[in-house]
């Protein structure tokens, strides 16, 4: 079975935070998200499943709020990737 689990850029990390509504709800630096993003995905391949990192594309992200009348809170963005198919952040 495979999962496609969401991967921001280093780049994108300040740009993101400065995105979503609630920032306090995500690590503050890049580094401790990808540390906790590779604990995920450590955890979801020893249960056998195939993860495939799906880039979110800030600018696709901020369109789809926009679209839908809502800001880009990540816990909002849900309806995003499950609508895609592409992930879950």
Same mark, same amino acid.
């Given at each position: 079975?495979?999962?496609?689990?969401?991967?921001?850029?280093?780049? $994108?990390?300040?740009?993101?935070?400065?995105?979503?509504?609630?920032?306090?709800?995500? $690590?503050? *630096?890049?580094?401790?998200?990808?540390?906790?993003?590779?604990k995920i995905k450590r955890s979801l391949t020893s249960h056998?499943? *195939?993860? @495939? $990192?799906i880039v979110i594309d800030l600018n696709e992200l901020r369109?789809?709020?926009? *679209? @839908? @009348?809502? *800001?880009?809170?990540?816990?909002?963005?849900?309806?995003?990737?499950?609508?895609?198919?592409?992930?879950?952040?």
């Open positions: 079975m495979e999962v496609n689990l969401a991967y921001y850029r280093k780049k $994108d990390w300040r740009k993101f935070l400065k995105l979503i509504d609630d920032p306090e709800n995500m $690590d503050e *630096t890049w580094k401790e998200w990808h540390k906790s993003y590779l056998g499943l *195939t993860v @495939n $990192d369109n789809y709020c926009l *679209t @839908n @009348n809502h *800001t880009g809170s990540v816990y909002k963005t849900g309806p995003l990737v499950q609508r895609c198919g592409k992930c879950w952040i």
